[in-house]
């Protein structure tokens, strides 16, 4: 008797009731889901913020540098051909040589004293190669390596790393990852419960509805049916206003931000969310909302058995 | 049908409802179960619609040892009777329709299935045509005619009823007794508690008279 066709009516009777449950009792589907987008936006929020300050500080590739000192008895040839031999290692993006003589020429112009530097007999300034590391290359272990690498070459003097503010900054990134992370989890708990209080709510007050579609024969499956749709349409409304909220959000920020980025002469944009971010934040507001009303109506239902009068 | 062989029933606040009742419905049988308030008419009741599991003793419904049913198979021995209730149960936020209709959904039946079957329903009780009333519009009488309409529109061989008459005056009493006594008569098994004594003399049908939880005596 139960085809596909059948099931799939059926399921989608329950989903319409449902929602037409829920546009019934608005003030009360409005404040639940209200409640549970603010929980969803905050992480969502965090977590568009994290990505933005990435992009603002831009690729640690480009950041990140080795400067490679030549002893002053290094002549300029054998610095080039030794610029040619670090470009071609693998995690080497770029390899810049800067001359002993056009180093003294810039510091002649920039430094103004240029009469001083004429006193002297010899150019003071050693060859130095400027190495950026490529991306995929750029871990603190790796550039570690590549340090070492460099001082064992016998015309090096010393490398300079500009590492300490990339392990910090790394670090802070981590931080904020994992409070990202945690406020999710949290949150993610709230929603539950405000979810399972909901629909609780909901069972004890369609009690009597129960009792009698279990007295003709329902199901546990059947009565909890109608209850977890509603908690799946609950969560998707929370993780269309936490969208909404993030969007709202960016476009009030978006004029200060342009503003300090032009400040700074960066033409950075603050980014939204992404496609996948909010995939992500849907899904999980109808995991979430499922989730809090399976646990309500397993505990709910069990105890509601039909009586007689 | 239905079958008690030294059925006790004793409730968590230690009544005793039932004790050592045995007695039998045949197949197409229709019987009255009276006695006074309290004589455990209720019980019985609840017995057969496994709202409740005896004590000692075992009862046999539908073929089914309601003991030893699994919680499982509950829902499906419910869908093999109907049940009638003297305050009729019926959702007040829903039409009669959507009354009628639910042991058919619980049961996964197609919607033209349910269409047909509500409307023949209704159509027996003498309703067909008030499917969209919402039953407070309607008077205390049809109400239960609808509650009548709701336990028969899945076609169950054994019908319950706990009091059906006991808020109607006497020309509604009878009419509804007309309806079990029609049920009756095209193969339903029909159970029905009542107090109402006068109308079961009148039907001439078998009584089973409960007294303190036994079988009673006729004084």
Redesign the interface.
Known sequence: MASVSNWTARHGHALVSTAGHLGRHGVATVLTVAVMGLALALPLALNVLVRNVRAATGDFSEAVGLSVYFKPEVPEQKARQLAKAAAERTGVASVKLITASEALAEFRLQSGFGAALDALPDNPLPNVLTIRPSPDAASPAQLDALRSYLLAWPEVDSVQLDRDWVLRFSAILDLLRRVVLITAVMLGAGVIAVVGNTIRLEILNRRAEIEVTKLVGGTNGFVRRPFLYAGALYGMLAGSIAWGLVAIARLSLTPVAVRLATAYGSNFTLQGPSVAELGILLLTGIVLGWLGAWIAAARELARIEPRTA | MISFERVSKRYPNGREALSDLSFEVHDGEMVFLTGRSGAGK?TV??LI?L?ERPTRGQVIVNGAQTSRLPL?RV?????GLG?V???H?L?MDRPVFDNVA??L???????REIDKRVRAALDQVGLLGKEQVAPLELSVGEQQRVGIA?AIV?KPPLLVA?EPTGNLDATLAAEVMGLFRRFNEVGVTVVVATHDLHLVRESGLREILLDDGHIGIHG
């Open positions: 209720s009741l609840k619609a709202l499982r829902p499906l021995f419910r869908r049940v209730f003297q305050d149960r959702l639910l042991p959904i619980v049961a996964d039946t197609s919607f709701r899945s706990d």
